[in-house]
Structures are given as C-alpha cells and as structure tokens.
C-alpha cells in the first residue's frame, strides 16, 4: 500500500487543527487560549476546506470561527474573569 503524497497538504492541516485545539488548553490566561483555539484553528479549518475543494463552507468556516466566535468568547472572558484558577 502506497502512501498518497497528494494528500500530504490535507493531513498536515488536519493534524495542525489537532494540534492547535489541544494547544489551547495549555494557557492560563483565557485571553491567549481564545486567540489560539478561536482563531487560529478557525482559520486552518478554512484552509483545510478550501484545500478539500468546499469552498463555500471555507468562507462560512472563516467568518464564523475566525472571526465572530472568537470575539463572542473574548466578550464572555471580559464580562467573568481573565485569569483561569
């Protein structure tokens, strides 16, 4: 069985994802778990979909994981605490 080096692209951006939502865990400043876990796995999704040839669920996937969830999350954060106990 050969390994599908087309495919290479795709799980490199699947396991970045991977990577990305446990890295969020990691810090206990909420802020920075918000910008790693929001943001930046949002946009590798997007990516990811838009390699997997959906593009309309990469803009979807863009805006609202990107962009609008993340600032929910930062606006949740502000009105409870920053720091995590």
Not at 56 to 69: E, F, G, Y
């Amino acid at each position: 069985m050969s390994f599908p080096f087309a495919d290479l692209p795709v799980y490199a951006l699947l396991i970045a994802s991977v990577s990305v939502a446990i890295l969020a865990l990691l810090p206990k400043d909420l802020y920075k778990a918000v910008i790693v876990g929001g943001g930046i796995e949002g946009l590798s999704l997007a990516v990811l979909y838009q390699r997997l040839l959906a593009p309309d669920v990469s803009i979807t996937q863009a805006i609202l994981a990107s962009a609008l969830l993340p600032a929910l999350m930062f606006i949740a954060v502000y009105k409870t605490c920053r720091w995590e106990t």
